[in-house]
């Protein structure tokens, strides 16, 4: 059980570390698509012991949204705005992964001072949380497409949802709820805001929005 | 009492509302808010009325969910007392505007400045009732907000966007002064209403004082104190006239009651208060005129009189205040009188005023002073009202402005300090300042009147010169009759008085009935005599008309300066008119002339042309705001528009903050 949770712990680090390395804007939606995979089976095993309909729900509809729904949306995005395969980076990949592996001891460093009650069954994880959380800035500051800011911002989102679990255990399902469908409508509204803004200028590089500014 | 008040606000934002949804059919539009205006001014005239004529004051309390202290509305002497101008300007104006603007719009629809309009006047309602700082600031700011798009109507004109920034900015940073005076005030008291503000305990001198000069930047800026005046000049000569004639009328007066009722919650006050008013008052006061006489635009010259006459109720003030702080009742009941009475006869004479200049302008199609002439001969009922107005303005008996100024000359005179050479040399220099403000006005209004309704046409204008319509004649002959009629009843209209000067003063209203009772036969005296003076030459002029009824009556060139055939261009010119004057203080106007002088026998074609720049928006405020720009320019660096980097702040400045917060 405890082994079960550290290796899809582990997973996440590692998922976030594909992330930074990765250079194919395919290889970030099947990351993603992991990602939410993990974190639909994480909930799931937290609450093994007390098994309800409300936390099969969740996980299920955390699951089919986040590792089905979101990577649909972002490849029919992808391939409407006929985005180019590379995610063509600010910070060079080499870089970015030895930022990400400079990131972790620091996210580990930062759990430890932090004077947070962690539930007893997740302490492990709260480090995991911020890492994933610093990855998905990370990716959203140093990534010039606008489709890599929004897979960043997933990302943001998921190690939200870790550290909500990390610290609170068992989040009224109506917040959960809300989140998740705070997530779909920003995923679905970028997507459609990627579409118009290709359309318009006939790429997505969101570095020359500047030239619209006064 | 307070529900006709209330009900009067209401009839004022339901037919704001109205007019703003049927906005596409002007004529319906302007008749539901000219309606609504004058159904709400009516029945804040009537609240007022009851009030001043002795029912006691009344006050409701709402429980709202702001912080600090309670929604309270209420109508106490001084409120009522700011409430007659602002019902009747805005009532008088509303009528002048009907022509306006349907004919003047840019755009389609007329619902907007008229919801704007009605919105101004509801707002100034209620600044004068709030009775809780929150309140006060947020209708304060309505008010600012809604004047603005009133002064940028005919936002088409580079100009016309340009001086509503001005207003908007200056206007924004003297709101600024307020916000930390209330804030300072309500933290002292624990609650932002006013009567917990007045009944806290007193504040530490220091503190008073500074909280006193916050309030004197935040108001005057307002109303539009020497140096901080710079968007009236700029402001008042685009609106539509009857909008300037309301901001200029009554407006601008929001800031002296403002400062009227700060000074209740700042304890007793100290002499210098009273100096540093005076201070103002006479700057403002001579200054303003003077800039006036150097203006070649009639409704610039009327905002600069604006000044000056904010200058004399700063005056009166001052010589209030310093009457409190030395404890001299003739002198603080008498100059608060002076400047609560000059507030009302200021909203009728330059409301007038204003409303004349607007009929001159949209007869003729220009303001320039020095390119009309001969209007009162086209527009025989437009020139007497403007002379009446003209008058007023100059401080001439028995016309409203002199009783007015009147009070604070007497207050002065009065004032049973135990005299020390710096305190009647003080009451040395009101009379005179006083004295030479009035001398310049009527300068002043010489050249206006003189240049613009006499003579000839000077120049070919825009528009043919013809009278007004009747509904803009009405309102003007309403207020005209009225700056006459308050003049000559002046000695029987100083009890309405005894109220609000009690809300200034404290003390008993005895007391201060007392006090106003010894100002009323010299007063009656002097407007009993001139009003027969007056009498006596319409009886003469009479005469001379029936004496000339029946002879042959030729009319000739008054003076043709030797030549065998002038032109009207050879008149004397405003310009020419004011140009001694000028020259005299040009120690502190910086008037500039270009001039290609005359040479040779045979002289190639020349001119002259003079401006007068206002000196504290081109020495003071120009340099100031280009600095702070190029200042601000540096940080311009850190907004270029990339989005990546913008996340960078929002991480960098979240991580420094958690590091911080883990020390």
Redesign the interface.
Known sequence: MKMLLESLLLALILSNLVLLGSTRVRNYVKVIALQGFILGLLTLLLHLGALSIHTLLLSGGSILLKSLVFPWLLIRAIREADVHASVEP?VGYNASLIIGVLLLPFCFW?AS??PAQLMPTMASSLPIALFTMASG?FL?????KALT?VVGYLVLENGIYVSALALVGEIPWIVELGVLLDIFVAVFVMGIALYQINREFDHIY??Q?????G | MLVIFLAGLACLLLAGMSALVIGKRLRLATWVAVVGVIAGSTLSLVAALQILLGQPAVSARFTWSMPLGNLVIGIDGLSAFFLLPISALSALGAIYGTGYFASHGTSKSSGLPWACYLGLVASMAVVVTAQNALLFILAWETMTLASFFLVIFEHRKTAVRQAGWIYLVATHCGTAFLLVMFLLLGKHAGSLDFDQLAAATPLTGQLAGLLFVFAVIGFGTKAGFIPLHVWLPEAHPVAPSHVSALMSGVMIKTGIYGLIRTLGFLGAPEAWWGILLLGIGLSSGILGVLFALAQHDLKRLLAYHSVENIGIITLGLGAGVLGVALDSAPLAVLGFAGCLWHVLNHALFKGLLFLAAGSVIHATGSAEIDRSGGLSKTMPWTATCFLVGALAISGLPPLNGFASEFLIYYSSLAADLRSTVLDNTLLVIIMGGLALIGGLAAACFTKAFGMVFLGLPRDRLPGVPHEAPFSMLAPMGVLAVSCLAVGLLAPLLLNVLALPVLVCVGGTIEMVSLTLGIVRQPLAAITVTSAVLLSLIGALLFWRQRMLARRVVNSAVTWDCGYDRPSARMQYSGSSFAAPLIKLFGFVLGSRTEYSPITGLFPAASHLATHTPDLYQERLYRPLFMSIARLLKQVRRLQHGKLQVYVLYIVISLLALLLWEMR
């Not at chain 1, 929005?209 to 500014?213: A, I, R, V, Y």
């Open positions: 600010f930062l001072r932090l800035l959203i500051v140093a990534r010039k800011q969101t570095d929005l500047s030239s619209l500014k």
